[in-house]
């Protein structure tokens, strides 16, 4: 699996375009044609990968958006940044 730790900043790949429809995500990989529909958090990680934000930035906006406690929420993010970096949705930014 892709290491993304607290410090990575990430962005969407080039080739994703994404939209939020009804709090999912509708994800289109044009490369490969193929079409994603991911979940209320998944879209909300999309929309985070602004490529200027680390992902400890993340979790100090979605720990006020989501009620679960801090420590639950990084352990998440981090695995879910991680296999959206891994499944080339999204990319690291090299500083």
């Known amino acids: 699996m892709t290491s993304v730790d607290l410090g990575t900043i990430l962005k969407t790949s080039s080739d994703v375009r994404f939209r ?7 994800v289109v990989r044009q490369r490969s044609a193929e079409v ?9 990680l999309l929309a985070l990968a602004d490529g200027v934000h680390p992902v400890s930035h993340w979790l100090d ?3 006020g958006e989501f009620e679960v ?3 639950t929420l990084e352990s998440d993010v981090m695995g ?3 296999e959206l970096t891994a499944e080339g949705l999204l ?4 500083r």
């Open 36 to 44: 994603l529909v991911m979940n209320e958090v998944a879209a909300r």
């Open 69 to 71: 406690d801090r420590a």
């Open 91 to 94: 990319e690291i930014v090299k």
């Open 80 to 82: 879910f940044a991680a």
């Open 20 to 26: 939020v429809v009804d709090r999912e995500a509708v």
């Open 61 to 63: 906006v979605l720990v």
